[in-house]
């Protein structure tokens, strides 16, 4: 699936074309992967000063399998998990971890399912892009 903006081809700053077609955005020191995850947190700080959420944290990664030594002797890596955000959400009261979604690659699909899987205890909410 293409997505662009505009017809426009989007490059970063070292002249590489985003296979995302994303725009990295700086905001309080804070490097956020697109424009929509810059405004979740804004707005998830919000949420924070009003006592709906509290312990907001940025990039948050989860260990999703260890790294080990296969039957041939070569090391595996482990494999992580960063999600975009990671609160205590007082309606719910419970852990959430939080993702800002335009679309889903395979690799994100696969990971979601190892996190769901190895972190029972941690909401999994997806934010579509779109809707930030």
Known sequence: MAWRRSGATVRAANGR???????KVEVGGITFDSKAEARRHRAL??????????GLRVHPKYLLQE???????QKVQAIHYEADFE??????????AEDVKGFFTDVFQLKS??????YPE????????KDV
């Open 17 to 23: 074309v985003s296979k995302l077609h994303n725009v």
């Open 45 to 54: 700080c919000l949420f924070q000063e009003q006592g709906m959420i509290r």
């Open 67 to 73: 790294a080990f030594v296969d039957n041939e002797g």
């Open 87 to 96: 609160y205590f959400d007082l309606e719910v009261e419970r852990l959430v």
């Open 113 to 118: 399912k190892m996190f769901r899987r190895r």
């Open 122 to 129: 941690i909401e999994f909410r997806i934010v579509p892009a």
